[in-house]
Structures are given as structure tokens and as C-alpha cells.
């Protein structure tokens, strides 16, 4: 059987893996060892031509359809990875036939569930992490996307401005839909409590959760979370005739969410007293989206929240009127402010944290100096220390961490050798 080999465009280094060796068996020399999750498949992480690729092993069927699950689902916006290729027809050279290999690209700053454990999380950072992935259930319900195996394990997380953004990952059990019914979106809640709590009961056998964390009652905020965030932008509100007020202030919170609301439907009752707003079409991503068109930064949905806060307390300090040209302010933010504070993180140092985390740091680090001098602190006083005293002491984050770790091993991706070492301590904080 010829080897068939499925990829976007670009990714023709692809062809040169060793793909005639069974993944668990491919030399050190094409690998990258990255901290991964638990998977029931074989997955390595290569790098071509600068890139990062994640290969699992399994049949074809599934490899093609979890290919286009994920490709509809990036093409919907939903936060997950980018399918890059598919392999079949791999055979060994003693004629064994081979399993197939769906590749998608890794995603940088990114990090399994366990590597964030990998010290004592604090209480508040797990339930941070499991209202990331509460959030990213609601995004693929929200499409009509049923999940079918939710877990930490399947999801990875990045930081977003001291919370976390979660990315899906694993999509071969997934199944999208026009609609998704409630049935559906109860069983990936009941699914994602016995998942978690599973996930949580091994951290908690490892020695690596904080002992006031009950892994089964913590597993329960994943669906209470969810529920809340659910019933905001899908319950119909009634408000008075002419209230104007009222419809603004709808529309506002699901915005101070991170949801736009595309289209409302509305239905008059009690003798047109009354006026039912229900979201028709709500879209994900309200900061991210006029960060995006402002100054061209494409960052996380918190981070974009933080950095048009300061953008606005710069138009402020400017004395400009907010009517003005929000274009032009936002350009002179950029070159003024954005660039010039992450431009003072030296070269070694940009795989630290991607420079929106890195800005909103330098944020927050300007306000405990502040606090801690007990007088205003200017911005590019606090980068620079942030950068000296708290940047240098942080673990890259970036896909080419992998070449300062060791050999992969079958249960967690990272092995270290006698030389090399990675400090993941602050990877929870």
C-alpha cells in the first residue's frame, strides 16, 4: 500500500519524517520533548523548519474525520489546535503495516493540565483552570459541537492575564451538530465531573495537589461554572418597555464576558409592557476582536480586556476626547507604550511569556512597587525591574523549550538527564 500523505499547503518538509518507523520507536534526533498530557495514543512532538508539530498515532477513519472536526472548528473560531496533515498507508520495511498519524501544529506558550501541576497549584489557580475549561465547553456548545470525552487531559491551557485560556485538543470522540440539545450538553457535564475529579484523584496520588483541594467536590465547579455562564447569554431577560437602560446593560455584560451579540430576539408580552431579550447569535472574542482591529495585536480575550484598559488610561493621560480618532490613539499606544515596554525583555529571554502575559505582568509588578514604595512608579521603571527580577526567574513557555529538556518518557513527554534540568515550579503560580 502506497504511503498517502494529506497536508496543507507549506507543510511539504513533512514528508521527509521517518514515517516507515512506528512512532514510539523514532530517534531521539527527530524529536522534541515537551510536556504533554495523558493520551491512549502514541503522540511525539517534532520540529520542521523552525515549527513544532504534535503526531498521534491511530486508524485512518478516525484521523480523517477528527482532521475535519478540527478544521471546522477553527474555521468557527473556536479555540483549538490547527490540524496540519494526515498519513496513511505506512508500512515498516518488513512489510508491517503501520497506523496512520494525524499532525497538527503545537501550540506555543501552551501547557498540558500536569505540567501546571507539577508543583502545589494553589486553590484559586485550579479553579481558575477549571473555569478555562468550562468556558471552552460553553464555546463548543455554543457551535453545536458535542464534545463526548471532556478532560483536562484533552485540553491545553495558556495564561490570558492571570487567568487561562483552554484550547481542545483532542476531537476524535466529537461530534458536531446544527444544534446541540440539552441532553447532549448534560453529558458532557456529567463526563467532564468524572474526568476531572479522576484527573484531580491522580495529581492528589502524586503528592501535587494542595491538600485543601477535594478532588470530587472541585470537579463540580467545572459544571457550576459552566451553568452560570450557560444561563447569561442564552436565558431570555425581561425588561420594561423603553428601557433602554436595561437592554444596554444586557448587552454590556455579555460583552464584560467576552461575547458579542450579533443579532436579539424580541418579543413583546404583558399588553407590550414588556420586551423579551433573548442572544440570537452570540460571537466569542468582544476585547480580542477591537484589540485586534485597533492596533493589529491578536492576543487572548483577559489580556485583550487589560491592555484596552490601558490603552484607554493612555488616551486619558493624552488629554484626548473620547470622540477623537480611536485608530490614531490606539497607533501612538503601540509605539509609545506596547513596544516599547516588551522590546526591554532581552533576546534570551522571549520564550519566557508571549508579550501580552508579559505586559500585563509588567502591569501588575508597577502596582506592588507602587504599593510597596508608596509612590507612582513609572512604567518603564517597573519593566525593567520586572524583567531582572521576576522574568529571569520564569521557565520558557515557548514550543523550543523542548531543547533544553531531556529524552521523552511514556507518561509524562519530559525526561530529564543528569544535565539538563527545568525548573516547572513556577509554571502554577
Same mark, same amino acid.
Given at each position: 500500500?502506497?504511503?498517502?500523505?494529506?497536508?496543507?499547503?507549506?507543510?511539504?518538509?513533512?514528508?521527509? /519524517?521517518?514515517?516507515?518507523?512506528?512512532?514510539?520507536? $523514532?530517534?531521539?534526533?527527530?524529536?522534541?520533548?515537551?510536556?504533554?498530557?495523558?493520551?491512549?495514543?502514541?503522540?511525539?512532538?517534532?520540529?520542521?523548519?523552525?515549527?513544532?508539530?504534535?503526531?498521534?498515532?491511530?486508524?485512518?477513519? +478516525?484521523?480523517?474525520? *477528527?482532521?475535519?472536526?478540527?478544521?471546522?472548528?477553527?474555521?468557527?473560531?473556536?479555540?483549538?489546535?490547527?490540524?496540519?496533515?494526515?498519513?496513511?498507508?505506512?508500512?515498516?520495511?518488513?512489510?508491517?503495516?503501520?497506523?496512520?498519524? %494525524?499532525?497538527?501544529?503545537?501550540?506555543?506558550?501552551?501547557?498540558?493540565?500536569?505540567?501546571?501541576?507539577?508543583?502545589?497549584?494553589?486553590?484559586?489557580?485550579?479553579?481558575?483552570?477549571?473555569?478555562?475549561?468550562?468556558?471552552?465547553?460553553?464555546?463548543?456548545? /455554543?457551535?453545536?459541537?458535542? $464534545?463526548?470525552?471532556?478532560?483536562?487531559?484533552?485540553?491545553?491551557?495558556?495564561?490570558?492575564?492571570?487567568?487561562?485560556?483552554?484550547?481542545?485538543?483532542?476531537?476524535?470522540?466529537?461530534?458536531?451538530?446544527?444544534? %446541540?440539545?440539552?441532553?447532549?450538553?448534560?453529558?458532557?457535564?456529567?463526563?467532564?465531573?468524572?474526568?476531572?475529579? =479522576?484527573?484531580?484523584?491522580?495529581?492528589?496520588?502524586?503528592?501535587?495537589?494542595?491538600?485543601? +483541594?477535594?478532588?470530587?467536590?472541585?470537579?463540580?465547579?467545572?459544571?457550576?461554572?459552566?451553568?452560570?455562564?450557560?444561563?447569561? %447569554?442564552?436565558?431570555?431577560?425581561?425588561?420594561?418597555?423603553?428601557?433602554?437602560?436595561?437592554? *444596554?446593560?444586557?448587552?454590556?455584560?455579555?460583552?464584560?464576558?467576552?461575547?458579542?451579540?450579533?443579532?436579539?430576539?424580541?418579543?413583546?408580552?404583558? =399588553?407590550?409592557?414588556?420586551?423579551?431579550?433573548?442572544?440570537?447569535?452570540?460571537?466569542?472574542?468582544?476585547?480580542?476582536?477591537?484589540?485586534?482591529?485597533? !492596533? =493589529?495585536?491578536?492576543?487572548?480575550?483577559?489580556?485583550?480586556?487589560?491592555?484596552?484598559?490601558?490603552?484607554?488610561?493612555?488616551?486619558?493621560?493624552?488629554?484626548?476626547?473620547?470622540?477623537?480618532?480611536?485608530?490614531?490613539?490606539?497607533?501612538? $499606544?503601540?509605539?509609545?507604550?506596547?513596544?516599547?515596554?516588551?522590546?526591554?525583555?532581552?533576546?534570551?529571554?522571549?520564550?519566557?511569556?508571549?508579550?501580552?502575559?508579559?505586559?500585563?505582568?509588567?502591569?501588575?509588578?508597577?502596582?506592588?512597587?507602587?504599593?510597596?514604595?508608596?509612590?507612582?512608579?513609572?512604567?518603564?521603571?517597573?519593566?525593567?525591574?520586572?524583567?531582572?527580577?521576576?522574568?529571569? !526567574?520564569?521557565?520558557?513557555?515557548?514550543?523550543?523549550?523542548?531543547?533544553?529538556?531531556?529524552?521523552?518518557?511514556?507518561?509524562?513527554? %519530559?525526561?530529564?538527564?543528569?544535565?539538563?534540568?527545568?525548573?516547572?515550579?513556577?509554571?502554577?503560580?
Amino acid at each position: 500500500m502506497p504511503l498517502r500523505v494529506t497536508a496543507a499547503a507549506g507543510q511539504h518538509d513533512l514528508l521527509f /519524517l521517518p514515517w516507515d518507523v512506528a512512532l514510539e520507536e $523514532w530517534p531521539e534526533s527527530s524529536l522534541v520533548a515537551l510536556p504533554r498530557g495523558i493520551s491512549r495514543h502514541t503522540v511525539r512532538f517534532v520540529r520542521m523548519s523552525g515549527v513544532v508539530y504534535a503526531v498521534k498515532e491511530t486508524v485512518e477513519p +478516525i484521523a480523517r474525520r *477528527e482532521y475535519d472536526l478540527l478544521f471546522e472548528l477553527g474555521r468557527r473560531d473556536v479555540p483549538c489546535v490547527e490540524p496540519v496533515g494526515i498519513v496513511a498507508g505506512r508500512t515498516a520495511p518488513d512489510g508491517e503495516e503501520l497506523p496512520a498519524a %494525524i499532525i497538527t501544529r503545537h501550540l506555543q506558550f501552551s501547557l498540558p493540565y500536569r505540567a501546571l501541576f507539577s508543583s502545589t497549584l494553589r486553590p484559586d489557580t485550579t479553579k481558575r483552570l477549571l473555569d478555562a475549561l468550562a468556558v471552552l465547553m460553553v464555546r463548543l456548545h /455554543l457551535v453545536g459541537f458535542m $464534545w463526548g470525552d471532556c478532560s483536562l487531559s484533552n485540553t491545553l491551557f495558556r495564561r490570558d492575564a492571570g487567568a487561562f485560556a483552554a484550547y481542545l485538543v483532542d476531537a476524535e470522540t466529537g461530534e458536531l451538530h446544527e444544534r %446541540i440539545s440539552d441532553g447532549q450538553r448534560q453529558y458532557d457535564l456529567a463526563t467532564a465531573e468524572v474526568n476531572v475529579g =479522576g484527573e484531580l484523584l491522580d495529581v492528589e496520588a502524586s503528592g501535587r495537589l494542595h491538600p485543601s +483541594i477535594d478532588p470530587i467536590a472541585t470537579s463540580a465547579q467545572v459544571r457550576a461554572s459552566y451553568e452560570q455562564l450557560w444561563h447569561e %447569554i442564552t436565558t431570555p431577560v425581561s425588561i420594561g418597555r423603553g428601557d433602554r437602560h436595561g437592554l *444596554e446593560a444586557r448587552v454590556r455584560r455579555l460583552n464584560d464576558l467576552g461575547f458579542d451579540v450579533a443579532e436579539l430576539s424580541v418579543e413583546t408580552t404583558d =399588553g407590550d409592557t414588556q420586551i423579551t431579550v433573548t442572544p440570537k447569535v452570540v460571537d466569542v472574542g468582544h476585547h480580542s476582536r477591537r484589540l485586534l482591529r485597533l !492596533t =493589529g495585536l491578536d492576543v487572548e480575550e483577559n489580556q485583550a480586556r487589560r491592555l484596552l484598559n490601558d490603552l484607554d488610561a493612555f488616551r486619558a493621560w493624552l488629554g484626548v476626547e473620547e470622540s477623537a480618532d480611536e485608530e490614531l490613539v490606539a497607533h501612538r $499606544w503601540v509605539a509609545e507604550v506596547f513596544e516599547p515596554i516588551t522590546g526591554t525583555v532581552p533576546p534570551d529571554l522571549r520564550g519566557k511569556l508571549e508579550p501580552a502575559e508579559m505586559f500585563h505582568e509588567v502591569l501588575e509588578h508597577r502596582w506592588f512597587m507602587g504599593e510597596r514604595l508608596a509612590r507612582d512608579v513609572e512604567l518603564d521603571d517597573a519593566a525593567r525591574d520586572y524583567v531582572a527580577t521576576v522574568l529571569t !526567574t520564569k521557565p520558557d513557555e515557548r514550543a523550543v523549550l523542548g531543547r533544553r529538556l531531556g529524552r521523552p518518557s511514556d507518561t509524562t513527554g %519530559i525526561r530529564f538527564d543528569d544535565t539538563q534540568e527545568l525548573d516547572l515550579s513556577e509554571l502554577g503560580d
